[in-house]
């Protein structure tokens, strides 16, 4: 089982719609949890952290769920300039910064 | 500030021959790694680094060698390349403060044949 999992789509949605990816961890002993976002032949960008609590970023949300082990990526109103790759990224300790990167989930917005 | 740097943007080399690829940071932040990028593979940790002076292996650093000077300066040496070393390598820095976002550079896009 890979570490840190995520179906890698392509999401294909609609201008305004909403979309939810999720992305699976096997360490239970996680700590920090991260969305990055990554265009196409560009590098990776940090979109949010992930907190217990869930955060709140304008039309980003995302969720925590450490009993399933799953963290969540909700966009809502997508615009076209959401069209890239999400990847989900996971350190299992709040010090070590050594992390493990998902394979990404792709989104495409359509006009 | 630039933010993290990398040359080149493209190479290709033969099988055998060697190779530095640049990563320069101008945030002086102490941390600071290399990964590689395959189709269907996430990214992968090379090679890391917590302080000038310190480095350490990550997953996938059998073929390449770092060095770290310098507190700005991290290359990374390929010292016979492979076909299999074909990839996209980024460089990133870490912040210093919770949760320590990484910071990465353009990617340098290698082909080995």
């Known amino acids: 089982r890979k570490e840190v999992e995520q179906d890698p789509g392509p999401f294909n949605v609609p201008e305004g719609a909403t979309v939810a990816f999720n992305c699976t961890y096997s360490n239970s002993a996680s700590q920090s949890f991260f969305w990055y976002r990554q265009d196409c032949r560009k590098e990776p960008k940090l979109l949010m952290s992930?907190?217990?609590s869930g955060n709140e970023d304008g039309r980003f949300t995302a969720q925590l769920n450490r009993a399933s082990q799953y963290i969540s990526l909700l966009i809502r109103d997508s615009k076209l300039s959401d069209s890239a790759t999400y990847l989900c990224?996971?350190?299992?300790?709040?010090?070590?910064?050594?992390?493990?990167f998902g394979t990404g989930t792709k989104l495409q917005v359509i006009p | 500030n630039a933010g993290v740097t990398q040359t080149p943007k493209f190479q290709v080399l033969k099988t055998g021959q060697s190779m530095t690829l640049q990563c320069a940071q101008d945030m002086n932040h102490e941390y600071m790694s290399w990964y590689r990028q395959d189709p269907g593979m996430g990214l992968r940790l090379i090679h890391y680094s917590v302080g000038a002076g310190i480095t350490d292996q990550g997953e996938v650093p059998n073929g390449y060698n770092v060095s770290r000077s310098t507190t700005e300066d991290f290359p990374l040496r390929l010292l016979s390349a492979a076909p299999s070393q074909t990839s996209v390598y980024f460089c990133?820095?870490?912040?210093?403060?919770?949760?320590?976002?990484?910071?990465f550079g353009p990617g340098t896009r290698l082909t080995v044949t």
């Open positions: 990224v996971v350190s299992e300790s709040l010090l070590d910064r050594k992390v493990t």
């Open positions: 992930v907190y217990s």
């Open positions: 990133a820095s870490s912040s210093p403060i919770p949760p320590y976002e990484q910071y």
